[in-house]
């Protein structure tokens, strides 16, 4: 049992495997809210009000995740260039 809900994303440790001080067991994430960074050509972003829906699907996967669009950077600011 976890003391937290989320997907594991990297194991580090192993039966009779030995370990230091501060060694990361486990990376959990919650990925049910993620970033997803697109390029867009040329017009296309104008299709791309804030709040609009968004179908993504993954390569090579039939699967769709609903998403929506938060908020657009300033140009030439990725959405994680502090301002």
Do not use: C
Request: charged letters at 25%.
């Amino acid at each position: 049992m976890s003391p937290i809900d989320g997907y594991v994303l990297a194991r580090n440790v192993s039966p009779g495997r030995r370990f230091e001080k501060d060694t990361e067991f486990y990376r959990i994430a919650d990925l049910s809210h993620v970033w997803i960074v697109a390029e867009l050509f040329g017009g296309e972003d104008q299709h791309l009000r804030p709040s609009a829906l968004a179908s993504i699907t993954r390569q090579n996967q039939s699967h769709q995740v609903p998403g929506s669009r938060r908020r657009q950077p300033a140009a030439g600011r990725s959405a994680d260039t502090p301002r």
